[in-house]
């Protein structure tokens, strides 16, 4: 159950991270690397069956693409979005 609370926290914080994307504010390449990464490795959960997971995998992609341009602002908030619902979610 913790666990499932930690992976939601990792959702809402990468939706952070692509809102702040969205609305031009500089965040070191570090973090948006950290939470590209961490998305990447959630999403190895589709091999299990979880669907869900293709969502953080795209995700990923969009956060290491846009650190050296910036993705359609569409895709970042469809994206942002469904990592913060993903999030919201877990903790209820």
Same mark, same amino acid.
């Given at each position: 159950? /913790?666990? /499932?609370?930690?992976?939601?926290? #990792?959702?809402?914080?990468? &939706?952070? /991270?692509?809102? &702040?994307?969205?609305?031009? #504010? ?7 690397? %950290?939470?590209?990464?961490?998305? +990447?490795?959630? $999403?190895? %959960? ?13 995700? !990923? @992609?969009?956060? @290491?693409? $846009?650190? %050296? ?8 908030? #469809? +994206? $942002? ?6 999030? !919201?979610? &877990? +903790?209820?």
């Amino acid at each position: 159950m /913790v666990l /499932v609370k930690i992976l939601g926290l #990792i959702d809402l914080l990468a &939706s952070v /991270v692509l809102l &702040s994307i969205i609305f031009s #504010i500089s965040l070191p390449v570090q973090i948006t690397l %950290f939470f590209g990464a961490s998305l +990447f490795v959630k $999403s190895l %959960f589709i091999l299990t069956g979880d669907l869900l997971s293709v969502i953080d995998l795209i995700s !990923a @992609i969009l956060l @290491i693409i $846009s650190i %050296f341009f910036t993705p359609t602002l569409f895709l970042l908030w #469809i +994206f $942002s979005l469904l990592l913060m619902s993903k999030g !919201a979610i &877990s +903790f209820l």
